[in-house]
């Protein structure tokens, strides 16, 4: 039987769908791109915001419509299916199963059942047990791959289902995370390993009494990989010993990505974060004083109580830092979540308003800050060509993929993909640089 998957939402996500799809090839499934191939189509949901959640409802009537031509079944996993499992069951009749997130593992088993016609309709599931797995199908480009290292989160921000849905904050253990690398750059030659987790900083505290981050990034870096890239430091864990050892460590990506969600301490404090203006301040000023970090975050706009005032401090905090990138997002008021129950909660058109006002601002603070680094080589991952610009393009290290600058750039001889190449930045369009390759000789 031909099985086809729809992987939405995260990065964690994404490598959840690739072990389904590793455990589903290991059984003897024939995998397929192609859903009008599929006899059984999965679809693998996001459930963290309102337009995660309509996304995945979305994709699941249009998989549905494949029932018609040669699909038999239709299975819907991930975060949608653990969080609302009892009111999808009824809403979807068309979902011949529903599969918690911690039941990937015995997928083969319950597919097999379902085509016996000896399958449940839904497998709840208890999302503290643990089956880590070293097993991918990979579905990024073979130059890189995300590496999970730890499941859930404890931090119980208030506006955060998270905690809900994927449990409390368990760490692989070091030695499996290495085995895994080591697997991948192996069989598939990766060149970027991206660490993952809902809270990287935090990772080892759980199974070790203490965090042994940089100990996982020395073990990895003796493996022959070219970049270790680190997403989602939370602040207050991120301390001067981390960023001087990523400082120094030529294969750890100059790149931090620290979600401080606002700066307001009175909205910080309604919000459970653990830190204040001031030490975000501070730590982002440390953190330009040890190196050339490229800074990314994210904030969220129009939480409940959140003031005008509140709003100005965040946009003059904006403004001032001078954050290389930033994510902004409107509150979404999350089921089960302590945030839907503060009062003063805000209106949707003044949430938008708020939003597009600090991507205005942020759009042109990112392109000052681009045109800085005119005229400068960088090292730059090639990873494919735009046909309609007659170029190709990449990625720095001091970019993330999918989400951050392209290098387009020319070459002079032939590239292979996945390689990394000295890229000269001569302009800058938009949010994208556009360069050419140094030859080898040249002076730099």
């Known amino acids: 039987m031909k099985v086809g998957l729809v992987s939405l939402g995260c990065d964690k996500n994404r490598i959840d769908s690739e072990n389904m799809l590793a455990y589903l090839q290991n059984d003897g499934f024939e995998l397929t791109g192609e859903p009008q191939e599929a006899d059984i189509i999965i679809v693998n949901t996001c459930g963290f915001i309102d337009s995660a959640k309509q996304e995945a409802i979305d994709t699941i009537l249009e998989m549905a419509e494949y029932k018609k031509e040669k699909c038999k ?3 819907v996993t991930g975060c949608l299916a653990q969080r609302y499992m ?15 997130t911690a039941n990937y593992h015995n997928l083969p088993m319950l597919v097999k059942n379902l085509a016996e016609g000896n399958s ?4 709840v599931n208890d999302k503290n047990d643990r089956h880590f797995s070293q097993q991918r199908v990979l579905t990024t480009p073979y130059h890189y791959a995300y590496l999970k290292i730890a499941e859930g989160c404890d931090n119980r921000c208030t506006y955060c289902a998270i905690p809900n849905i994927r449990g409390k904050y368990t760490s692989r253990p070091i030695e499996d995370i290495v085995e895994e690398a080591r697997s991948l750059i192996r069989d598939y030659g ?3 390993l991206i660490l993952v987790a809902q809270d990287v900083s935090r990772y080892g505290l759980d199974i070790y009494g203490k965090i042994r981050l940089i100990d996982l990034l020395e073990e990895l870096s003796k493996l022959d990989v070219k970049w270790i890239r680190l997403l989602y430091l939370y602040p207050e864990l991120v301390d001067e010993r981390l960023i001087e050892y990523m400082a120094a460590n030529p294969k750890i990506c100059k790149y931090i990505d620290i979600p401080c969600q606002h700066v307001s301490d009175k909205i910080l404090k309604l919000m459970n974060r653990r830190v204040t203006k001031n030490q975000i301040v501070d730590l982002i000023k440390m953190i330009r004083e040890r190196g050339d970090f490229t800074i990314r975050s994210t904030f969220i706009v129009g939480f409940p109580r959140e003031t005008q005032e509140d709003f100005e401090e965040l946009k003059e905090f904006i403004a001032q830092s001078r954050l290389d990138r930033c994510g902004f997002f409107a509150y979404s008021a999350e089921d089960g979540t302590p945030a839907v129950r503060l009062s003063g909660h805000i209106d949707e058109e003044t949430k ?3 939003q597009e006002e600090l991507y205005s601002l942020q759009e ?4 000052e800050k681009l045109k800085e680094k005119l005229g400068a080589t960088l090292d730059v991952i090639y990873e494919g060509v735009d046909y309609d610009l007659q170029l190709f393009y990449g990625r720095s290290s001091y970019d993330a993929p999918e989400i951050d600058t392209r290098v387009y750039f020319y070459s002079d001889t032939p590239l292979e993909i996945g390689n990394i190449y000295k890229v000269k930045l001569q302009e800058v369009d938009g949010i994208d640089y556009f360069g050419r390759v140094v030859e080898e000789g040249e002076e730099l």
């Open 352 to 354: 938008l308003k708020r």
């Open 86 to 100: 009892d009111e999808l069951k009824d809403e979807f009749p068309e979902v011949d199963m529903f599969l918690g």
């Open 120 to 123: 449940e309709q839904c497998y």
């Open 364 to 367: 042109g603070i990112m392109a």
């Open 73 to 75: 079944f239709l299975i």
């Open 190 to 192: 990766i060149k970027e």
